[in-house]
């Protein structure tokens, strides 16, 4: 089975369409699991979920709640997932059609974890640009909007997903199967939102991520990104 673990927070926009393009895109939706970790939503997006879950026999949808923080959501439906692969998405993230086969046939190949290539849903030059630049097995052109796809054998050897920090969760367990020489980029495109880049600003929100990587770089304490993160991008 697929474990599909999805950190939800007031998402009551967009979590049902998401659902339906998981069970049609999907190779076959009855080997699928999907765990949706609300973290206090103070929206609909609960209901929503277990309206969707009522209704559609054989696609199998849950939800559980935990602390607020992608982290430790995302954690936490690994500890209550029953696959033996654990795919962990973005909840405004699209996987290609045939997502489940694609990572399944990963798997089969000895690549135990990995992602897809990504395009943001939006056609700035810049967003193209680094969107391109996922199809390249360089670490700086990871990020969780591409999601992540994982054994559970290889998920607890390294720990899981740190859930003592509140940022950079997935950089830090990216950063932990490089150094392990763990890592496939499946040569399919998932689509991703583009909505915080144009709210903030595209070129704005991109310069204070990439000053939170150089922060980090010389050495910055999380609790420092983390309180630059909430000023200039949440």
Same mark, same amino acid.
């Given at each position: 089975? *697929? #474990? +599909?673990?999805? @950190?939800?927070?007031?998402?009551?926009? $967009?979590?049902?369409? *998401? *659902?339906?393009?998981?069970?049609?895109?999907?190779?076959?939706?009855?080997? *699928?699991?999907?765990?949706?970790?609300?973290?206090?939503?103070?929206?609909?997006?609960?209901?929503?979920? %277990?309206?969707?879950? #009522? +209704? /559609?026999?054989?696609?199998?949808?849950?939800?559980?709640?935990?602390?607020?923080?992608?982290?430790?959501?995302?954690?936490?439906?690994?500890? +209550?997932? #029953?696959? !033996?692969?654990?795919?962990?998405?973005?909840?405004?993230?699209?996987?290609? /059609?045939?997502?489940?086969?694609?990572?399944? %046939?990963?798997?089969?190949? !000895?690549?135990?974890?990995?992602?897809?290539?990504?395009?943001?849903? #939006?056609?700035? @030059?810049? &967003?193209?640009?680094?969107?391109?630049?996922?199809?390249?097995?360089?670490?700086? $052109?990871?990020?969780?909007?591409?999601?992540?796809?994982?054994?559970? !054998?290889?998920?607890? !050897?390294?720990?899981?997903? %740190?859930?003592?920090? @509140?940022?950079?969760?997935?950089?830090?367990?990216?950063?932990?199967?490089?150094?392990?020489?763990?890592?496939?980029? +499946? @040569?399919?495109?998932?689509?991703?939102?583009?909505?915080?880049?144009?709210?903030?600003?595209?070129?704005? &929100?991109?310069?204070?991520?990439?000053?939170?990587?150089?922060?980090?770089?010389?050495?910055?304490?999380?609790?420092?990104?983390?309180?630059?993160?909430?000023?200039?991008?949440?």
């Amino acid at each position: 089975m *697929l #474990s +599909i673990i999805i @950190p939800v927070f007031n998402e009551e926009a $967009s979590i049902e369409g *998401l *659902l339906h393009h998981l069970m049609e895109v999907a190779f076959d939706a009855t080997g *699928l699991e999907v765990i949706v970790v609300d973290g206090g939503s103070r929206d609909n997006t609960v209901l929503k979920v %277990n309206a969707f879950a #009522s +209704i /559609k026999n054989g696609f199998q949808v849950i939800t559980a709640s935990a602390a607020k923080g992608r982290g430790k959501q995302m954690h936490y439906g690994a500890t +209550i997932a #029953s696959g !033996e692969i654990l795919y962990f998405l973005h909840a405004d993230s699209y996987p290609p /059609k045939d997502y489940d086969r694609l990572i399944l %046939n990963a798997v089969a190949q !000895e690549h135990p974890a990995g992602c897809f290539r990504m395009k943001f849903k #939006s056609r700035h @030059p810049w &967003l193209m640009a680094v969107g391109w630049l996922t199809r390249f097995s360089w670490k700086v $052109s990871r990020g969780g909007d591409q999601s992540q796809y994982i054994t559970r !054998e290889l998920y607890d !050897e390294i720990g899981g997903y %740190n859930t003592q920090i @509140p940022i950079y969760e997935d950089y830090d367990l990216i950063t932990s199967l490089y150094n392990r020489g763990h890592y496939h980029v +499946i @040569p399919k495109w998932l689509k991703t939102s583009a909505r915080r880049y144009h709210e903030k600003g595209v070129l704005r &929100l991109q310069w204070f991520y990439l000053t939170i990587y150089w922060k980090k770089y010389r050495g910055a304490s999380m609790e420092e990104l983390y309180q630059y993160y909430l000023s200039k991008c949440d």
